[in-house]
Nanobody, 127 residues
Framework: QVQLVESGGGLVRAGGSLRLSCAASGRRLSSYAMGWFRRAPGKEREFVAAITYNGAYTYYTDSVRGRFTISRDNVKNMVYLQMSEMKPEDTAFYYC????????????????????WGQGTQVTVSS
């Protein structure tokens, strides 16, 4: 089992920045790809970003590429999402997720590929 706990959400003005953290327990994350997803009010959950087990590769959805950065610290068993130049459309509940079954260097945008999820943290961007 992997327990994931997100933190760092809050209220920010458009153009501002936030850094989300995802703390893992139960297993070392160093062997697994990790992802961030979000669910906006009235919308489906959508992929935001993913990172390979060693941090060598990352992938972003088009709407956040160039503004968000996913990173990880395998020593601390943590994953981060640095969000900059934020927009009101970034308002959502953000979740981190662990993919423990995919091959090394595989990055998935489909939530079905992820095995463990955190409870999420709310991010609100005001205009």
């Amino acid at each position: 089992q992997v327990q994931l706990v997100e933190s760092g959400g809050g209220l920010v003005r458009a153009g501002g920045s936030l850094r989300l953290s995802c703390a893992a327990s139960g297993r070392r994350l160093s062997s697994y790809a990790m992802g961030w997803f979000r669910r906006a009010p009235g919308k489906e959950r959508e992929f935001v970003a993913a990172i390979t087990y060693n941090g060598a590769y990352t992938y972003y959805t088009d709407s956040v590429r160039g503004r968000f950065t996913i990173s990880r610290d395998n020593v601390k068993n943590m994953v981060y999402l640095q969000m900059s130049e934020m927009k009101p459309e970034d308002t959502a509940f953000y979740y981190c997720a662990a993919d423990i079954n995919s091959a090394a260097n595989a990055l998935h945008t489909n939530s079905a590929a992820y095995d463990f999820w955190g409870q999420g943290t709310q991010v609100t961007v005001s205009s």
